[in-house]
């Protein structure tokens, strides 16, 4: 099998501490993050052979950071250098990426200023069988959606898989319609992962909240289902439909579990995994994603593929920092726990 390529923005995340105490120790920890990168980071700390494709400005930040991501066990092949500057946002440490207290400095960045005909994709494609970006890229502007559209024709033409994750951020969309950019996108996918409520903010899909009982798993389950079925329907290319819920139990707990659908009419969910504490809510969905690209990509039974996904994404919560450091022992074992 060929390399697993992502693409998408290389970000470098500031986490201040709350309350202005970052100022009064004149330090603040910085993550390598972006969604995608995230991704690639499990994959290669799995063992998966692995490539990112990112856009970077030509200095020495840039050639430290290249050197980070080789160490991470990620090709940087695919990597292109134009434009002066790196994304960063800034998030309070605890918080969550949909929080509305992130604040994004992204405009203008080499990856934001790519455009349609810069990027070889032939080049970049060589000897990959599976293809892999988020919806935050083409939210960035209607010339990164362009640059999508192109990699993903590019790699429709090779047969190569391709997956996405509907991550949602209103606030790069700025007012611009997604079901738009995203109906088109998504017709060259064969993996859609996402959630009922992101299905239906970027791809349209109903979301019937009223008929769903809080109280009930059950009924989120069956609105999964439900949702799988319309997207499978939608997107006629989609083999395989993904949706995880999560939800804050008190202050600082999690509950969590997934469901996969595939085009085989088998629907399946994970167990629930519950912790009192969570340490970085950042990347779980990251994780989640590279789980069930793994999964799908070695051809495991989906059973497994779904438990595994979900038990990754809930080992991410007790981690700092934007990637998962988890190995596949500790990811199998919990799995195995919570069965």
């Given at each position: 099998m060929g390399k697993i390529l992502c693409f998408g923005e290389l970000l470098l995340r500031l986490s201040p501490s709350a309350n202005g105490g970052w100022l009064k120790t004149h330090s603040m920890p910085v993550y390598l993050g972006g969604a995608e990168l995230n991704v690639a980071t499990a994959l290669g700390k799995w063992g998966a052979p692995v490539s990112y494709c990112t856009a970077l400005p030509d200095n020495y930040l840039s050639a430290d950071v290249a050197e980070a991501i080789r160490e991470k066990n990620i090709s940087t092949e695919a990597l292109f250098y134009s434009g002066n500057r790196v994304g960063t946002y800034f998030l309070a440490q605890g918080s969550d990426v949909k929080n509305s207290g992130v604040i994004y400095d992204r405009d203008y960045s080499s990856f934001a200023e790519l455009k349609r005909g810069m990027l070889n994709w032939d080049l970049i494609l060589k000897d990959v069988s599976w293809f892999h970006f988020s919806a935050i890229s083409p939210a960035l502007n209607a010339s990164i959606a362009e640059v999508c559209r192109e990699g993903l024709e590019a790699a429709s033409k090779k047969n190569i898989t391709i997956s996405v994750d509907l991550n949602h951020r209103p606030k790069l969309w700025k007012g611009r319609n997604p079901h738009d950019v995203m109906a088109v996108l998504g017709q060259y996918c064969d993996v859609i992962m996402g959630n009922i409520w992101s299905a239906h903010q970027l791809l349209g899909i109903p979301l019937h909240d009223g008929r769903i009982d809080p109280s009930r798993r059950e009924s989120y389950l069956e609105h999964a289902k439900q949702t799988s079925l319309l997207i499978l329907k939608k997107f006629s290319r989609?083999?395989?439909?993904?949706n995880t819920f999560r939800f804050d139990q008190g202050e600082k707990?999690?509950?969590?579990y997934a469901t996969l659908y595939s085009e085989g009419h088998h629907?399946?969910?994970?167990?629930?995994?519950?912790?009192?504490?969570?340490?970085d809510k950042v990347g779980t969905g990251d994780c989640f994603m590279a789980g069930l690209i793994l999964g799908l990509y070695k051809h495991w039974p989906e059973e497994e593929i779904i438990q595994f996904a979900a038990a990754a994404a809930f080992g991410k919560f007790m981690e700092a920092g934007d990637a998962t450091g988890q190995d596949l022992a500790t990811i199998h074992?919990?799995?195995?726990?919570y069965a």
């Open positions: 989609c083999k395989t439909v993904a707990g999690i509950r969590y629907f399946l969910s994970s167990s629930v995994f519950e912790a009192d504490t969570v340490v074992a919990r799995a195995i726990q």
